[in-house]
């Protein structure tokens, strides 16, 4: 069962750029269909960005053009490049596996979660 850890969370200003990392154990990542999802104070758990297994990517409308979703199976790494953060980027950001079947960012099913990792973005 693989296992996920998340790192580069921190706190930065509007228009900043930050770069999360999702790192895998105990299985590779190559065969997962993967996903991003945030919950911003006080709301609930959103989807941000998806990853096919096969390569192609979802993203919810809110980040379009500005947060990139990649990964490296050589590091067996997940990672979301976040460009032009405002305050409403501002939460908690969860890498996960997502089934393949049900995959996209409006109604990924997720499976195996990360901790989390705080993301806060000020005016």
């Known amino acids: 069962q693989v296992q996920l850890g998340e790192s580069g969370g921190g706190s930065v200003q509007s228009g900043g750029s930050l770069r999360l990392s999702c790192a895998g154990s105990?299985?590779?990542?190559?065969?997962?269909?993967l996903g991003w999802f945030r919950q911003p104070p006080g709301k609930g758990r959103e989807g941000v960005a998806t990853?096919?297994?096969?390569?192609?990517?979802d993203y919810a409308d809110s980040v379009k053009g500005r947060f990139t979703i990649s990964k490296d199976n050589a590091k067996n790494t997940l990672y979301l490049q976040m460009n032009s953060l405002k305050p409403d980027d501002t939460g908690v950001y969860y890498c996960?596996?997502?089934?393949?079947?049900?995959?996209?960012?409006?109604?990924?099913?997720?499976?195996?979660w990360g901790q989390g990792t705080q993301v806060t973005v000020s005016s």
């Open positions: 105990g299985a590779t990542l190559r065969f997962y269909c």
């Open positions: 996960a596996t997502v089934s393949c079947s049900r995959w996209s960012v409006a109604s990924s099913a997720a499976t195996d």
């Open positions: 990853l096919h297994s096969a390569g192609s990517t």
